[in-house]
């Protein structure tokens, strides 16, 4: 371990933010850049720390190169790769983590490792390699399970071996070229921000938790400096917005598209009159969710407690495709009431009329599979529907692409209803804050009234020109 005794500390430096105020412990060992830095919170934090420093210096210990710290501060790291450090992180998260967390933790983890690997000698292929860590080494249970196949033992074998030292990840070389890294896809083409960002964010999750249990001196983060791609300004893309003529037409199409199409037209029918998310859709049942009204001409109400994300058999506890969780951003036992208007009634009572109702109550099942509705016939069914009904260039837009953009509109059309955000913000179970900064792009009310004034503020509209004169005359005022 390399050490030495030439050491400089500064003073504190104090840098306040919008909302938060950081003070840097500064030091430099050896005459070498760039500083040593480490950010606290609170002052008193910073001033121990730093006092610290100066009593290991005054009594002449030596510092560790590496490091940065005396050598009394510094602890014996634990020798492990980067490929085990981030089995242990996902293992680590892996108990209380929904399935779909789970997934997003593996395929983030995924792109970062190939990043990290210090050898290609006798190195698999890449595909297989993505396979080999997203499917089986980023899957706590898979992980450990009998069944691995050899070619996936033997991949997973060559990435141990070749995986840099987890210390590494302390250098802001490293750092820095995982980072760039994760900005760009397979084909070497810019990454999508936001899924640039949620990578960041687990990967730096992962340092976090190196530094925690001594694989890592320190976390790197908060002294590195790297300018993350730029994400957009967010909410929801005003094209993908069907308007109620069209959600009308392609809930009709629906119903047009052979035996296993007008059993799904309640089911898009409560994304686009209930504002349901498909995952809140799927889990309905009935009386529990829903109290059928005697009449089509009523009003119901769902009560929602569950929402059932579509995330694969290989990420749930219980083996099925969907996991079972409470409502997203609500506690467990938290219920959500939506309202059900008459259109939507008739329709439910109709469905339930001509398919009857699942195992339990349950709404919405498959033809065959009577445990879930799959998702797969969720997607198909709505693709051949847009398919159907809109021309070439419409069907390539985004136009209710998803689903889930059924929902979108179901927002949409409240707000420019006059409908209050607060109770739209309800019904859809958001924030009034995110439904603004969600929807505020979608609303049609003031376009008119804009270019009206628009209009007015140029002179109004130019006039027809006459025929064998110029369209355009320019004339200057005194000339």
């Known amino acids: 371990m390399p050490v030495t005794y030439d050491v400089r ?19 430099k060992i050896a005459g070498k850049l760039p500083l040593r830095k480490r950010p606290f919170k609170q002052k008193a934090l910073a ?3 730093r006092s610290d420093l100066i009593a290991a210096a005054r009594k002449g210990e030596a510092f560790d190169v590496v490091t940065g710290k005396p050598v009394s501060m510094s602890r014996e790291l634990q020798d492990m790769s980067c490929y085990e450090l981030a089995c242990r992180y996902i293992d680590l998260k892996w108990p209380r983590a929904a399935a779909m967390t789970r997934k997003t933790n593996a395929e983030a983890l995924t792109a970062v490792l190939p990043l990290l690997f210090i050898g290609t000698k006798g190195k698999p292929d890449d595909r297989l390699i993505r396979t ?4 089986w080494a980023f899957n706590t249970t898979a992980r450990a399970a009998e069944d691995q196949p050899d070619e996936i033992r033997r991949v997973l074998t060559w990435v141990e071996r070749n995986s840099r030292p987890a210390a590494d990840l302390t250098d802001p070389k490293v750092l820095r070229t995982v980072l760039d890294g994760l900005t760009l896809r397979l084909d070497g083409k810019p990454g999508s921000p936001v899924v640039v960002t949620r990578r960041r964010k687990i990967f730096t999750g992962m340092l976090e938790y190196g530094a925690e249990i001594n694989a890592l001196s320190e976390n790197p983060w908060p ?24 959600a009308r037409t392609l809930l009709v199409a629906v119903r047009q598209q052979g035996r296993i199409g007008p059993r799904m037209v309640a089911f898009y029918s ?13 889990g309905i049942h009935v009386p529990r969710n829903f109290e059928l009204p005697s009449r089509d001409d009523e009003w119901g109400e769902f009560v929602l407690d569950v929402a059932e994300p579509h995330a694969g058999k290989a990420w749930t506890d219980s083996g099925k495709n969907r996991d079972r969780r409470q409502l ?3 506690a467990i036992g938290d219920v959500r009431r939506v309202p059900c208007p008459p259109i939507l009634t008739a329709i439910i009572r109709w469905h339930i009329e001509a398919f009857g109702l699942g195992p339990g109550g349950r709404l ?8 879930e509705l799959p998702i797969l016939t969720i997607n198909r069914v709505w693709r051949q529907a847009r398919q159907a009904v809109f021309t070439a260039e419409v069907y390539a837009s985004p136009l209710a692409e998803t689903p889930y953009d059924l929902r979108h509109a179901f927002v949409s059309t409240n707000l420019n209803a006059g409908i209050s955000p607060t109770d739209v913000a309800e019904m859809a179970g958001q924030s009034p804050e995110v439904l603004w900064r969600n929807y505020a792009k979608c609303l049609d009310g003031g376009v008119a009234e804009l270019r009206r004034r628009m209009e007015a503020g140029f002179g109004g509209r130019p006039a027809a020109p006459r025929s064998g004169t110029s369209s355009v005359r320019i004339t200057v005022e005194g000339r």
């Open 328 to 330: 997203k951003q609500r």
């Open 132 to 135: 080999a860590l997203r499917r």
């Open 47 to 49: 001033v121990s720390f």
């Open 9 to 27: 500390i500064y003073e504190i430096d104090v840098y306040k933010g919008k909302t938060t105020t950081t003070y840097w412990v500064q030091w």
């Open 223 to 246: 002294a590195f400096k790297w300018t993350p791609p730029r994400t957009a300004s967010g909410g929801i893309d005003r094209r993908s917005v069907a308007n109620p003529m069209q």
């Open 270 to 282: 409560c994304l686009y009159y209930a504002g349901l998310r498909p995952e809140e859709a799927v």
């Open 364 to 371: 919405f099942v498959g033809e065959r599979n009577k445990d």
